[in-house]
């Protein structure tokens, strides 16, 4: 096992310094006065939910030094419309978000010039939920161009583009500090509770309800969530509707070991962080083998496991006011990463054409 949970903990450190201090990003202004104000401008209250997290960057980033009102000092451009709220908003919903993408496309590239100069290679939008990705039905340049900062990152789905594409890790935001872990007493080997809708969980379900050590549950649990979360060692982190859920980021809040249930999921910071050192990912075929899996883990391989488990979940908690190395500064390094692609691209265009 490769115990070190960066994949080159120097150079991230460096280049995050660096991010802190140059990499700058110009978002598309819009009045209070807006009619559609509530799409286009931060929450003025604490997101909570399943989808919080797009609300939570845009809040956090709307407020943070990262933000420029000067266009020709961006590296990047942020498209502000929130997918979240345009599906609650009467006069849009689930139908009208295309429509509504596609003539915001339009007017900012009518009125500014940055979008036609590089088709939005250097725009990026975030979206949590899955309907951003039928978001961009009526803006295709959007999703071939444009970098997605999404929760819903499969390699199976065409319009996701690793690499280009920004994984936005789905957490349950919670306001207490994380458990003191010490005194937590792990007895079960695996936990996992959620609703059954998907092939992959009835499969989970159909081998693995009425074990005495895999502890699969759908419906109403009889003892708190965080319970099962504490109290074993292996959490399971299954393929619903998508890839994502929150599950990863509440076994890593509890001090447990996740384990990945949900194949072609482009894991968050996957570029950064180095997943096995924290994690088990199981291929969904592999279901009917998962004890086997799970016990063939040392005592000593699971200490390490969960001992980075402790040094990264602070990489996947967001916070009103931001702290160093958390979810938001993390989604912040993966879009500098991917700023130099762009504007070397584009530099290189210019060459050419002269």
Known sequence: MNKEVFHDRDIFLEDYKQMNRSFRVYVYPHRRND????VLLPVDFEPRGNYASESYFKKVFMKSHFVTKDPSKADLFFLPFSIARMRHDR???TEGIPDFISHYIFNISQKYPYWNRTGGADH???ACHSIGRSAMEKAWEVKLNAIQVVCSSSYFISGHIAHKDVSLPQIWPRQEDPPKLGSSKRNK???????VNSPVREKLLQVWRNDSEIYAHSGRLKTPYADGLLGSKFCLHVKGFEVN???IADSLYYGCVPVIIANHYDLPFADILNWKSFS????????PLLKKIL?????EEYLLLQNNVLKVRKHFQWHVFPSDYDAFYMVMYDLWLRRSSVR???????????
């Open 35 to 38: 009619p559609f104000a509530n």
């Open 91 to 93: 006069r849009i919903g």
């Open 124 to 126: 990026f939008y975030v």
């Open 189 to 195: 080997l695996a936990f996992f509770a959620g609703a």
């Open 245 to 247: 859920t929150a599950r």
């Open 280 to 287: 088990i990912v199981v291929a969904t075929l592999d279901i």
């Open 295 to 299: 016990k063939g883990i040392s005592s």
């Open 344 to 354: 070397v691209q584009w530099s290189t265009s210019l060459d050419s054409n002269w």
